[in-house]
T-cell receptor, first 110, second 114 residues
Framework: DAKTTQPNSMESNEEEPVHLPCNHSTISGTDYIHWYRQLPSQGPEYVIHGLTSNVNNRMASLAIAEDRKSSTLILHRATLRDAAVYYCILRQTGANNLFFGTGTRLTVIP | GAGVSQSPRYKVAKRGQDVALRCDPISGHVSLFWYQQALGQGPEFLTYFQNEAQLDKSGLPSDRFFAERPEGSVSTLKIQRTQQEDSAVYLC????????????FGEGSRLTVL
């Protein structure tokens, strides 16, 4: 499985933007970049995914570096409900599973 | 229900007992996955079904773990002769088509083996 590297933890003040980084230097040309998050005592929840271009949806934005070796998940205004573990995952074409790693634990400070 | 449903939410077993964990995927979802999540770790893949066919069981840690989905809908994960290292949250996920789609996870079944 192609691996990703994320900081173990980050903090953000409520209502401020949050930039969660992810390094994936061994990404291959057909790997999609997926982000999931896991709130306490819940299963993971899909956030966003992309291949080459930046992506936006109602939850977040995904900024992908031109060489695709890194990406950043952007939460535009953090709320207390965004406190979770965020996983950056490379989805390999034809793979049956997602490799989650340990993710980044985001703490939102009121 | 609208989401993936798992039962029981909590299970305590004595070492050596057999346990069965149930997953009801979203109606119409073809693909179903089981993951194991140890405390403080990310989920780890166990097995994958497409309809009733188990296409990948490479993540099952031992032959004590068995999963089935006989009618292509509900799935059961069975663990025989449980051991303390089996203590974890077992997550089920489903997706509409093949493995490439967005995964919808249940809340998980927390197994504690004493």
């Amino acid at each position: 499985d192609a691996k990703t590297t994320q900081p173990n933890s980050m903090e953000s003040n409520e209502e401020e933007p949050v930039h969660l980084p992810c390094n994936h230097s061994t990404i291959s040309g057909t790997d999609y970049i997926h982000w999931y998050r896991q709130l306490p005592s819940q299963g993971p929840e899909y956030v966003i995914h992309g291949l080459t271009s930046n992506v936006n949806n109602r939850m977040a934005s995904l900024a992908i570096a031109e060489d695709r070796k890194s990406s950043t998940l952007i939460l535009h205004r953090a709320t207390l409900r965004d406190a979770a573990v965020y996983y950056c995952i490379l989805r390999q074409t034809g793979a049956n599973n997602l490799f989650f790693g340990t993710g980044t634990r985001l703490t939102v400070i009121p | 229900g609208a989401g993936v449903s798992q039962s029981p939410r909590y299970k305590v077993a004595k070492r050596g007992q057999d346990v069965a964990l149930r997953c009801d995927p979203i109606s119409g979802h073809v693909s179903l996955f089981w993951y194991q999540q140890a405390l403080g770790q990310g989920p780890e893949f166990l097995t994958y079904f497409q309809n009733e066919a188990q296409l990948d069981k490479s993540g099952l840690p031992s032959d004590r773990f068995f999963a089935e989905r006989p009618e292509g809908s509900v799935s059961t994960l069975k663990i025989q002769r449980t051991q303390q290292e089996d203590s974890a949250v077992y997550l089920c996920a489903s997706t509409l088509s093949g493995p490439v789609g967005e995964l919808f996870f249940g809340e998980g079944s927390r197994l504690t083996v004493l």
